[in-house]
């Protein structure tokens, strides 16, 4: 398989892009999550973010593949003093939250193809720093104004 794969940091708007799309197997998640462990080290320690968790036509190529992308996220933001709204959606147990070298995610926008989805998403577990769309650009502008 080959899912599309990009990440990117920009330190001016404090975002960290992150996109998985098309049809990705257990390999591609695993290259996904590599490269945000990369952009992460990059950000510089004491650190706050926002994060655009960009799922926008991605497909599991299989259950296993599904499986390993959907503790990617959640794991991450644990590690940077988020609790996503996710853990609730998949039922997981409560995480403990924990800070790497104190760099610490402000804020989440997912965005994903699916429009019933991300409404139930949204209506079930958005809140003020964390919103679900179907869309790049109002995530994006949603996450230029929130915190401010």
């Not at 398989?1 to 920009?10: A, V």
């Not at 259950?63 to 609790?83: C, E």
């Not at 965005?111 to 409404?119: I, L, S, Y």
Request: charged residues 25%; contains cysteine; glycine residues 8%.
């Amino acid at each position: 398989m080959m899912g599309n794969i990009t990440t990117t940091w920009d330190a001016t708007e404090g975002l960290l892009i992150s996109r998985l799309t098309g049809k990705a197997d257990v390999a591609d998640v695993r290259r996904w999550e590599e490269g945000l462990m990369a952009a992460l080290a990059r950000i510089p320690d004491g650190t706050t973010f926002k994060l655009l968790s960009g799922l926008f036509g991605y497909e599991p190529a299989d259950l296993d593949a599904h499986k390993a992308m959907r503790t990617v996220i959640p794991l991450l933001l644990t590690t940077h003093g988020f609790r996503t709204g996710l853990v609730d959606i998949v039922g997981a147990e409560e995480p403990t939250l924990t800070t790497t070298r104190r760099i610490m995610c402000v804020a989440v926008a997912h965005v994903h193809h699916d429009p019933d989805k991300m409404a139930l998403y949204q209506e079930r577990v958005g809140r003020a720093n964390e919103r679900f769309f179907t869309d790049y650009g109002a995530a994006h502008a949603w996450l230029s104004q929130v915190g401010r």
